[in-house]
């Protein structure tokens, strides 16, 4: 029996990347039993566009100018598809099928594989990002996407894209550029999202209210966490764009902007990032200040209290004399001694700028 660790027939209980890089999320996309598989596809041909049965896709291969795949919580139909019917290499196949962990690409005759991510803002307290796995195979003529969740924006710019004359360059790897093109162009949105999230957290910090305050710091450090993540995925994916822009020059131009929006993507994660760090270190140490203003106060009180603690003390022993106790005027001339001690720390402790 191999010693590799058996892979799993879908891509995972969620099918989605959780932007930590570990384990799936709950929560944080579609769980593969939650739907069927489904097997869009959509072709280009004498200037129409009409959709076909999966059935029929070996012979729109052939005779369509353009043909686009969408595989929907990949499973058997989609392993037929990948591998019987595009023959693409079986670790494709396996990368199309399996959840990963960071963007990749893949470049093989004619085409190549992507993983990509699309990122979301989960609803909600507390305010959560997530990032889902999309995959992107092209060849000559066609592209496939895999995917676990919705993703409407896609689907909506290759529909449009189908709709409209040839482009510059070859048509699936124009296919691929304009779905890349879209999930780079959702992460700004998302990111602005979480900067208002933390902004409204940041408004929820207050020190005088602690309790309520934990539950606005612990939000916080997990937006930050979730801010890290994205960054680590968006500068891989950076990359795998600028490679696909070295490898496909006739896109190379128009895969460069797309790797300007991911680097806007990643400073704007870093702004956010160095915005909710900064909230989180305003908040200590305003929390510390009011800590210190407390622990004075404390300090002061025990210095007035000190010396009287001690003079009702001895004054309190049960002693069958104490100087004083016959004297009619002792009780205030006790209460002046004391008068003096509290007028002696008072000076002392306002020379050394505690009170």
Known sequence: MSGRPEKRSGRGYLGVWDPTGGEARRGSG??????????????????????VDSERLPEALQESEMVWIDL?????????????????????????LSPLRMPKVDLFDGGAFIAGFAARVEGGEPVRLSAMEVDLVFGERWLVTVRDGPLE????????????????????????????????????????QAATAAERLESA???????????????????????????RLA??????????????????????????????????????????DGAIEAYRMRRDERSELGIRRLTVLAALLGPLSVLA???????????????????????????????????????RGLL
């Open 235 to 276: 500068v891989a994916q950076q990359e795998v764009i600028r490679r696909l822009g070295r490898s496909f020059r006739e896109q190379r131009d128009y895969l460069s902007d797309v790797s300007d929006n991911q680097r806007e993507a990643v400073d704007m994660a870093d702004a956010t990032r160095d915005y909710v």
């Open 72 to 96: 929907v919580r990949p499973r058997e139909r989609a392993r037929v598809i990948l591998g019987e019917v595009l023959r693409l290499n079986p670790l494709t196949v396996e990368d199309c």
């Open 153 to 192: 924006e896609v689907r909506s710019r290759i529909e449009e894209r189908l709709g409209s004359p040839a482009g510059i360059g070859a048509p699936g790897a124009e296919l691929a550029y304009c779905a890349l093109d879209t999930l780079v162009d959702g992460h700004l949105p998302v990111l602005v």
């Open 313 to 351: 003390g001895w004054y309190g022993v049960n002693f069958k004399y104490l100087p004083g106790q016959d004297n009619p005027a002792g009780f205030w001339v006790f209460i002046a001694v004391q008068l003096v001690f509290v007028l002696v720390s008072a000076l002392y402790l306002h020379r």
């Open 30 to 51: 579609l769980p593969i039993e939650g739907g069927a598989e489904q097997v869009n596809v959509l072709v280009r041909a004498g200037g129409r566009v009409w959709g």
């Open 205 to 231: 910090l207050d020190p005088s209210h602690e309790r309520a305050s934990l539950g606005a710091l612990e939000n916080l450090i997990s937006m930050k966490r979730d801010l890290q993540a994205f960054r």
